[in-house]
């Protein structure tokens, strides 16, 4: 029951008397959860917004004046407003993988080059111990297409810094990365405008 908060009270009890349940057993919650240390996040599933909510981890840093790293996997260095409202912040580091797409370049050697360039930066980051915070987006896509050895990213994951966060996206997340994370969300994709022929919106999906 610890965790199911939609149970049942019985009829009659008060809504006062239900949210103080609420609340004594979240308080609970809190005061077990005593650990600090860096986490690992990961964003997956097929729905839109795994990037753009792992933007919102960089704002919410941002915040409190910590130092942030990305590392853009597969998309390039699109003209987004994201890309170009984080140019203007001094706390952010960001690495592009030039190709961008994979299907537009259709050159796999070429793609792993750049892939690995891209991890290279990213490397220093998980190396860095001023970096707080760390995005990896898209990296999923680099392990299942082989551009990038699954194994050489767990360990640097394992070996960063011990308070530094690690943010990663992208979907068809392997079972390693599900394992390694703290934290796992699937995003589902149940509608999209872009199947009605809607382009890509300024502010809301560039």
Known sequence: MADNQYKKYPKGTSYRARMQRKKNHIDSRIQEANIDKGIIVLLTGNGKGKSSSSLGMVCRALGYNMQVGIAKFLKGMQDTGEDAFLAKQPNVQTAFMKTGFTWDTQDKEYDTAMAVETWSKAQGYL???????????ELTYMISYKYLDEQMILDALNNRPKNQHVVITGRAASKSLIDIADTVSEVKDIKHAFRANIKAQKGVDL
Do not use: P
């Open 127 to 137: 190396k860095d111990k001023s970096i707080d915070l760390v995005v990896l987006d």
